[in-house]
């Protein structure tokens, strides 16, 4: 068995598990603080009982993609040993810095936000819902960091074979940094736009109580998924430019590709620079589901007097589609991750020589534990936010009324 193979097998099982949830997140967590700024302007109890069902699945989510990143850190030390000890004065910079951003910023934030109900004011609570959403989007900028100089080292030095950070500046500069970093947070907005678009869906079509509270949230999902995928749409496609510069192997060649092969033959010794065809085929995939979820504009002129309710056809097409953009950004990532071979960092570090040297059965070993340990989160995630989407939103536990319990709960408020 191939060591290199199976750490990278370890690593795409672990960044794409994980990389699951933090679209669910990032873009929940957008529209909840929507939702419950909607409540604290208007004071309509409607937009409170729509934050508490959508916050309960967001905090759901949000725990177990803990746990996935914790497990993904654990592989990064044991697989990754010759990525840290080469790259780690420059790569470890955002990565340190996102940590505290997500660990001890949005964390406490977000624990603040979850206990305070009915104990803090309804300003400061909804405070505390931005700053979860503001740390979330500096955690996201953080990784882009980390990844975008994986992509395109730049402002570092080479001193006795390991590179050093020289100017802090063009780590945020980098090319390949603002247009990624706009389609990432693009492709969370469209996937919290259809989940929550789906799950409203589905409630419509049931005819569940909370019928007025999922006909707003279906709209609220829907006007984010049709804005949101045109922005990734754009951000998409802006990053070729930027690609074919500073990554002419990545997607095709000419003269700028041929000259760095000529070139890394010549330090590196011999060998395939090319990136493998899995790359171009997730591309071309991303970009098929990408314009199939751009079909969203055409449901949004049915919104107007619920003609998407009446009909029903189109509520089940909104469920249906709920797998599509997890399916895109997955695929997105594999063309990103998988375009830079055969590089860790870009022209800099082979991967070959970044993997740890441990024996092909400890690693087999760990990609199995990790494996069945990610799946068991993942399974667990999905089973709990379908059970609690299910249960509608009457009364979520998120945010209930100390002293009361769920058969306490009155009919639902609605909107004017």
């Not at 999922?214 to 070729?240: E, N």
């Not at 895109?328 to 740890?356: C, D, H, K, N």
């Not at 024996?359 to 667990?380: H, N, R």
Request: hydrophobic residues 55%; glycine residues 10%; contains cysteine.
């Amino acid at each position: 068995m191939d060591t290199l193979l199976l750490a990278r097998l370890q690593f795409a099982t672990t960044t794409s598990i994980h990389f699951l949830f933090v679209v669910v997140t990032l873009g929940l967590v957008t529209l909840l603080v929507g939702l419950q700024t909607a409540w604290f302007l208007t004071g309509n109890p409607a937009w409170e009982r729509l934050t508490r069902f959508w916050g309960q699945l967001y905090v759901i989510n949000y725990v177990l993609g803990i746990a996935t990143g914790i497990v993904m850190e654990f592989q990064f030390g044991l697989n990754w040993s010759g990525l840290s000890r080469y790259v780690g004065n420059v790569f470890g910079a955002p990565l340190a810095i996102e940590t505290l951003v997500a660990f001890f910023l949005e964390s406490t934030f977000l624990g603040m936000w979850i206990f305070g109900w009915h104990r803090l004011r309804r300003g400061v609570h909804l405070a505390l819902l931005w700053g979860v959403a503001l740390t979330a989007y500096a955690s996201a900028f953080w990784i882009m960091v980390a990844n975008s100089w994986l992509q395109h080292p730049v402002g570092y030095e080479l001193r006795d074979g390991i590179a050093h950070l020289t100017d802090f500046t063009a780590l945020l500069t980098n090319p390949t940094l603002g247009m990624a970093f706009g389609h990432v947070v693009a492709a969370a907005l469209l996937t919290g736009g259809v989940l929550m678009a789906a799950v409203s869906a589905w409630h419509l079509i049931r005819r569940t109580p909370d019928f007025t509270l999922f006909r707003t949230s279906l709209r609220i999902g829907l006007v984010t998924a049709a804005l949101a995928v045109t922005l990734v749409q754009g951000f998409g496609f802006a990053q070729f430019g930027p690609v074919g510069q500073v990554q002419p192997t990545k997607f095709g060649g000419g003269p700028a590709a041929d000259a760095l092969v000529v070139e890394w033959t010549a330090r590196f010794g011999p060998g395939d620079y090319s990136p493998p065809v899995l790359s171009s085929v997730g591309l071309g995939f991303m970009i098929l589901i990408g314009f199939t979820l751009g079909c969203v504009w055409l449901l949004l002129p049915l919104l107007w007097r619920d003609w998407i309710i009446r009909l029903r056809f189109p509520l089940w097409l909104v469920l249906f589609a709920l797998p599509l953009p997890f399916v895109a950004v997955i695929l997105g990532w594999i063309a990103r991750e998988v375009g830079r071979q055969p590089w860790v960092a870009y022209g800099l570090l082979p991967t070959e020589r970044a993997v740890s040297g441990v024996d092909a059965g400890v690693m087999l070993a760990s990609l199995i534990g990790f494996s069945l340990l990610l799946g068991a989160l993942a399974v667990t995630n999905w089973t709990l936010l379908a059970r609690h989407a299910a249960r509608g939103a009457a009364d979520p536990a998120l945010g209930r009324p100390p002293g009361t319990r769920n058969d306490d709960a009155r009919p639902e408020p609605a909107f004017a």
